[in-house]
């Protein structure tokens, strides 16, 4: 991997793969790194990184819209309440990924989510529990997995949730702000780790 930075049109430098995509600038300037609290987002970020399994970010931003109108924005009482109805009707929408297995994994996390707010208090807290010292991260975006994403997946294994394996958790991690993974010089690095200081993180 590469920590070398990237210039944008408009003089900001940033990370490289901001460059990848005309919907990726957006999306790291306002978006990943920045920390979530929220039970609904997290699960939805958790359910498009399930999505995203075998396929690249790119495709799955691009359907995001299309997966939350489908999945009624990802709020998770109304997902884990989906039945074998539901499961049809998202195999034959066009604007996600039709993938039967995903799809139902997606309703089992649901209610293993529920069931995971009703012993924690929140799913939100629950997840940063997990949140790694910032003094023992190598440098940003050198590493697709670490000891907390190997911890968290298998507590959520262990709690029934599925496609949540530690490459796949870690990528939730960057994304939702439990690490700042963007690289040094990249403008959001600073911004985002402003925005880590002042972020309350969630408690039962």
Known sequence: MTTATWRGPDGV??????AGAPDFLAYHDDEWGQPVGDDDRLFEKLSLE????????????AKRENFRAA????????VAAYGAADVERLLGDAGIVRHRGKIEAVLANA??????????????SFVWRFEPDPATLPD??????SPESVA???????????????TTVFAFMQAMGLVNDHVHGCAQRTTTEAARAVFTRPTP
């Open 13 to 18: 430098e940033r990370c490289p793969w901001a």
């Open 50 to 61: 399930a999505f995203q399994s075998g396929l690249s970010w790119r495709t799955i931003l």
């Open 71 to 78: 999945f009624d924005g990802f709020a998770i009482e109304r």
């Open 111 to 124: 209610r293993a989510a529920v069931e995971l707010i009703d012993a924690e208090g929140s799913l939100g």
């Open 140 to 145: 940003p975006q050198t590493v697709t997995t």
């Open 152 to 166: 968290m997946a298998k507590e959520l294994k262990r709690r029934g949730w599925r496609f949540v394996g530690p």
